[in-house]
């Protein structure tokens, strides 16, 4: 395991840290919306 492994992860727990915290201020409304922003930060990143 390489430092771009340990990088990925931590950027993949990051992403779904953040749309957790978006999903429990909304209430899980846009929960679609969300895993899509979810997905898109992860496409980026991994670039």
Known sequence: ??????IEKASD????KA???AE???G???EQQ???AEKAA???IGE
Do not use: N, R
């Not at 727990?13 to 779904?16: L, M, P, Q, S």
């Open 42 to 44: 992860d496409a980026k």
């Open 34 to 36: 969300i895993e899509s």
């Open 28 to 30: 899980g409304k846009g």
């Open 19 to 21: 749309g957790d915290a």
């Open 1 to 6: 395991m390489g430092i771009e492994d340990s």
């Open 13 to 16: 727990a990051g992403i779904e």
């Open 24 to 26: 429990a201020k909304t």
